[in-house]
């Protein structure tokens, strides 16, 4: 193995190449903004479009209403109803998918260029001149509908659900994206075309695009996508702050596996040691297989198969959040590895040495992430939707090597509240302590 | 709109046989080899970023376990992460990330596959590494047991964790008389709980060795490459005259009677109904029949304009889903699937009788030429997006040589597809659709759980 790891070491100073890819901000005749990668070697282009406020901006009383709102894009527009609209996706062999999250309406599509023209009519006709038929509205109604009972059932769905309860209360952030089963049945064609009107606006849009595609026809096409959009939607609903108690709550389920998520607050996007918060969580809970979690938990022990943490800065509140699952019979002591890990890091912080490899290993896999179409348009959207510029992609990697030993310290003290840290399990736990009542 | 779509086909179809003949010459900058001790090398070249996937795929699945054994083929893929003469347990992971790379593995039924993604630059370690644990895996008993525990947590949340997974599990036990197909990759979990040491290196040392394995590096990379650092890693690795001998395995008798199956358990809150019939699988040379079969799970399930779905969902009002599965890529005989969630108010049986009579009018209607023509064209034009990701275009390569294909046949497939007649299609599925072969299975909640859920919805309402 020396062998092995002392030729690493002259690679890993080399560095791996960063992936040459040239960003233009292509601002349209309508006064959009938008992002490209222009690259004409595969005859197609991949675009994203965000729009902020999602599901977070139903109405009082109407939750589910974005979400179904956005399930029915595909299901009849202009003069097509659903099979309709299919049958044209179909017969340009575009793909359109649309969906909805607590903070965005996503749009992705991917286009070939030879029939470029019409799959943007087409994907124009849902946007701005969706149909919402009656028979649509009950079609779709009835699957959301099957989606919500089968989430009753469904051990993560189940703790998601009383984890953001428990969280954010009657902020939407409090309650499923989906909505309820009372709120999806009366809902009204004018609730959706209310929804509708609230998400879908000029002025939360935010655009990527790459592969085979100039700025100028870029421009014209967003032009002719989104022109006739409303100027404007509804406004965003209010800041919440994170309050949580350490302790575990129980929801008890007949299942041979408990389910548990895990978390308190967060930290912003924004904040100036998001990258060490970053770096940090990559030590802790981080997906690789050298996160000390994974390491305690599954390698050591044997207690879980996947667990993980990560940081969810959202737009009107942060979550620190993690997920573990355990046979019934040992999800008390994963628990408690993870309370402990929690623990330790806050008071010790991490080692030279766990730094080192966390920071390789991120700015290594950054250039990696650049690999394709799909992949860029992804990662260009999500980037103006943290504020980033495209500056930002040759001097991450920058940022990251600047984190200190003392950073992580610091921010491993400030953002890890092993005092905060609240449970919800979902199964038929034993041997573990709870505090919070059934719900 | 029809009318101008219809116009917009046309005109498409009609340049499409020029590219379609391209397609196969350029689309894929593909290149095979094979290295002295018989390991097949596949290269696909994709320069766009300085990217590459590196893959070993063992001609070995879970379908090849002794039985009593069963969920060893992946307990062992997780063992390979523990380290060999000259690496530590995690090191292999832990090289692959310091590097900025991931890395994973799975099993199937025909295969496993272990994979990294890197830099360019470092294909030669991952080379290395893997070489070295094709044959020199070094475990210990203490640290077998603790993956075991993970193996069998992994199971819980696959499939204890989940009644769908459950009845699925039952339905494959039912449909596979005597074909290891019928036992869970996972393993049976009375099984899983004994698996030792010994039944892991009596599967390593029957089935890893570089005569038994295709290498398949995708990205960055030109063939002469690859071949330089394949002969230097993997050309250092003997082959093994005890491995790769041709795989048998015990096949399917004549069956004789359908087989039904009603599952419960209180974890159903969206009861459903599956059929599955026996299908088979693509074969080196003759693969005609499983490309009609893969049209036949398109024309039936789809999407929104799928007979299924149109008959089901839009006319007949009588189901949320109706899907159609089909997977040719085996080495043996596999199944052509269905599934219905019926909508609130509609039984299983009456779901099932739809299904039944919506597929007995397709046979006797045919299929329908536009819908043919626009599945088709949507394959070809998969085959463009499909250029944007080369890992999976590695991943077809590495499947179907596992799966007893040719690289011939991995290239003679998308052009067969399009050659494939409506005529075909049903012929095929005639052929299928035999009751005496199939299995027919109901998941749902007991019925006092079905009727507490009934009445807490009403009164919700």
Redesign the interface.
Known sequence: ?TR??S??AA??L?G????AIEIEEVETPGGFNAWLVE?P????T?LELRFTGGAALDAEGKRGATNLMVGLLEEGA???D???F???T????A?FSYEASQDTVSVSA?F?T??RD?SVALLRESLVNPTFSETAIE?VR??V??GL??D??D?DAIASEAFDRTVFGDHPYGSPKKGT??SV?AMTRDDILAAWRAAIAQDRVVISAAGDISAEELASLIDELLGDLPEEGAPKPEDIDVGTAAGNTVIPF????S?AIFGHEGIERDDEDFFAAYVMNTILGGG???ARLM?EV?????????IYSYLMPMDHAELYLGRV???ND?IAEAISVIRDEWRKLAENGVTEAELE?AK?????????R?????PIARILVGMQMDGLTPEYIETRNDRIEAVTLEDIQRVAARVLKPDALRFVVVGQPEGLETDAPVQ | ??RL??A??AL?FA?LPAQAQDIRETLEEVTTFELDNGMEVVVVEDH????VVHMVWYRAGAADEQPGASGVAHFLEHLL?KGTD??????F???V??????DNAFTSFDQTAYYQ??????LG?MM??EADRMVNLRLDREDI??????????R??RV??DPSALMREQLNAALYLNHPYGTPIIGWREEMVSLDLDDAYAYYDRFYAPNNAILVVA?DVSPDEVRDMAEEHYGAVPANPEVGAPRTRPQEPRQMAERRLTMED?????PYVMRSYLAPERDPGDQREAAALTLLEEVLGG???SVLN?AL??DR?MA??AGAFYDGTKYDDGSFGFAV?P??GVSLEEAEAALDETLQDFLEEGVDP?QLA??K??M???R??A???VGSIARRYGRALTSGLTVEDVQAWPALLQEVTGEEIVAAAREVFNRDSSVTAYLKAPEAEQDA?QEN?EV??
Request: charged letters at 25%; proline letters at 5%.
């Open positions: 193995m092995i790891l030729l690493l690679m890993v080399a791996p190449a960063l992936a690259e070697s595969i005859p197609f991949a202009g003069d097509m659903a099979r309709g299919a049958e044209a179909e017969e340009l062999a793909s991917k070939l030879e029939t019409d079609r009835k699957q509908l099957s009972r089968s009753r059932t051990p089963i009372e049945e007949d299942t041979p596996q389910v690789g297989f050298e390491e599954r390698e050591k022990r044997g207690l879980t198969y996947g699952a355990s046979a040992r490899q390789t290993y991120l700015t290594g896999a950054y250039p990696l650049f690999d394709g179409n799909g | 709109m029809t779509a219809a917009l086909a498409m340049a766009r970023a300085p990217v992460f000259t690496l530590e347990p995690g090191e992971s832990e090289v990330a310091r590097n900025g790379g991931s993604r890197v830099a360019a630059d470092r370690l290395e590494m047991l603790t993956e075991r525990d993970v193996i069998i947590e992994e819980n949340m204890e964790n990205g209180p974890r159903v809150s969206q999407g929104q304009t149109r969902q839009f009002k949320v889903y969630v909508a609130p536009d626009r599945i064209f949507q070809k034009a998969s463009i997006y250029q944007d990701n859920a919805e919700m309402q």
